[in-house]
């Protein structure tokens, strides 16, 4: 053997064994991020391998921006911890997942610990199974505060790069980069994805529900259609263990964007729905079983809109005064003002906080963020009327899941701060819907020839 030979394979020995330490010393430090970068990176090179050059560099660069920034926040919160606290969090919020998950841990692992935490640990408020995969995890690799939130940022990116994926082939490059910038960069959902909070991993599950509702279509072969519905199923469910009121998302959602979108690709089924909807509401409606329901679920969301006004920071008002000084008052708020407490809830739930009442520089830091989402959201109808001209099931079904997570929120809210974090539940819905907006728009402007003309593509790339 050469000696050039040798020293060839002792440099490449030499790097494994350094390699191996470092990776060896950042598990140490922190397993979660050891364990869940290459996800990202993984799946980044699955979603963008089959791209064009420019539009690749455009998706990579992106992405690596997103990743570095977020675990650069991340970095910073560790590093400018309080030492007199065990751990750093970015809101109050996040204390009680890291407290209430470590405690299920420890419970779990016959660690002893005070009755106090135990009480707490089992409490009904709060509950979701995302405590217990976190209790999972760090049974597994240890306690992780701080790889928690990397965690997270792997949830939220894994969401956003799937959804991507889906969008891409129907909506185009342009519309699904502008939709993968708005998702990656929004202040709000930037704050919220690396937070220790349960939203990432709502709207991952929300990401995989969506994806089985498509393919109950889609779905080259009847088995394939078959797992697709048990995994819609599944979804469902897990989507209502990490957050209340998930599986009402999931079921309207699902089944009014199949309906609509079977619907729109047949022009006679389109006309029959179009005649019998209105017929069928109408007569819903005249049910005084059906007017009993929707009367209680209206007082239940004037009752919770109430918990949300009275709790701390900033809120807003939509019922009258005397409803908010009786504790349970709502329960006997006659129809009439039922009615005018929905459409209420609807408008605030797009137009607040309003630019006039802001109360706080972070108000005031934020109304930039509220224009943008105000823009947004004129451009999702356009977006909706493009989308069920390009591919009316998947348009169709962002279009559902959207509505019907708006409608939960808005019916429910009354914090400011609680809404915005709560209205970037719709935003991965809608992002896709605005930039395919942004295209169709500027293309009328320029009056450029409209791409929905040439044949239908929902399946590969352009």
């Given amino acids: 053997m050469s000696l050039d030979t040798r020293n060839a394979g002792s440099r490449v020995a030499f790097l494994a064994i350094a390699a191996g330490g470092l990776l060896g010393f950042a598990y140490t430090l922190s397993p979660l991020t050891v364990l869940c970068l290459p996800v990202i990176g993984l799946l980044a090179l699955r979603v963008g391998r089959d791209l064009g050059q420019r539009e690749r560099q455009w998706f990579f660069a992106l992405v690596i921006v997103a ?25 109050g919020d996040e204390q009680l997942f890291k407290n209430r998950s470590m405690w299920m841990r420890n419970i779990g692992m016959g660690m002893p610990i005070s009755p106090a935490d135990i009480i707490y640990a089992v409490d009904d408020v709060g509950e979701s199974s995302y405590l217990y995969v976190l209790a999972i995890l760090q049974a597994l690799v240890g306690a992780a505060p701080y790889g928690v939130h990397v965690l997270n940022t792997t949830f939220y990116a894994a969401a956003v790069l799937v959804l991507y994926r889906l ?28 937070s220790a909070l349960k939203e990432p991993l709502y709207t991952l599950v929300a990401v995989g529900e969506l994806w089985c509702a498509l393919y109950v279509i889609r779905g080259k072969t009847w088995g394939r259609r078959v797992a697709a519905a048990a995994g819609l199923v599944v979804g469902a469910l897990a989507l209502d263990s990490v957050r209340r009121g998930g599986l009402s998302v999931a079921v309207l959602g699902a089944a009014g964007g199949l309906v609509l979108g079977v619907a729109v690709a047949g022009p006679r089924l389109l006309l029959a729905m179009a005649v019998t909807t209105p017929v069928i509401a109408a007569l819903a409606l005249s049910t005084p079983a059906v007017q009993e329901r929707l009367l209680h679920l209206g007082r239940m969301s004037a009752n ?48 607040q906080p309003l630019p006039w009442k802001a109360e706080s520089r972070a108000m005031l830091a934020y109304l930039p963020e509220q224009m943008l989402w105000l823009i947004v959201v004129a451009l999702v109808p356009i977006g909706i009327l493009a989308g069920l ?74």
């Fill in 167 to 194: 969008v891409r082939p129907a909506f185009g490059g342009v519309a699904s980069l502008a939709g993968l910038g708005l998702l990656l960069f929004l202040p709000s959902l930037f704050v919220w994805s690396i």
């Fill in 304 to 351: 919770y809109h109430i918990g949300h006004v009275v709790s701390l920071g900033y809120s807003y008002r939509l019922i009258e005064p005397r409803y908010y000084r009786e504790i349970g008052g709502a329960v006997r708020m006659p129809p009439r003002e039922v009615a005018a407490y929905a459409v209420k809830s609807v408008a605030s739930y797009v137009v």
């Fill in 389 to 462: 001209r390009r591919d009316p099931l998947l348009a169709s079904l962002l279009a559902a899941h959207a509505g019907a997570v708006m409608m939960m929120v808005a019916l429910t809210s009354g914090n400011i701060g609680t809404l915005i974090r709560h209205r970037g539940l719709a935003l991965p819905y809608l992002a896709w819907l605005a930039g395919l907006g942004v295209c169709e728009f500027v293309r009328v402007m320029t009056a450029a020839p409209s791409p929905f003309s040439r044949s239908r593509s929902s399946h590969g790339h352009r």
């Fill in 67 to 91: 990743i570095v920034l977020r675990l650069s926040a991340i970095a910073g919160l560790f590093l400018w911890a309080d030492d007199a606290q065990p751990y750093a969090t970015f809101f």
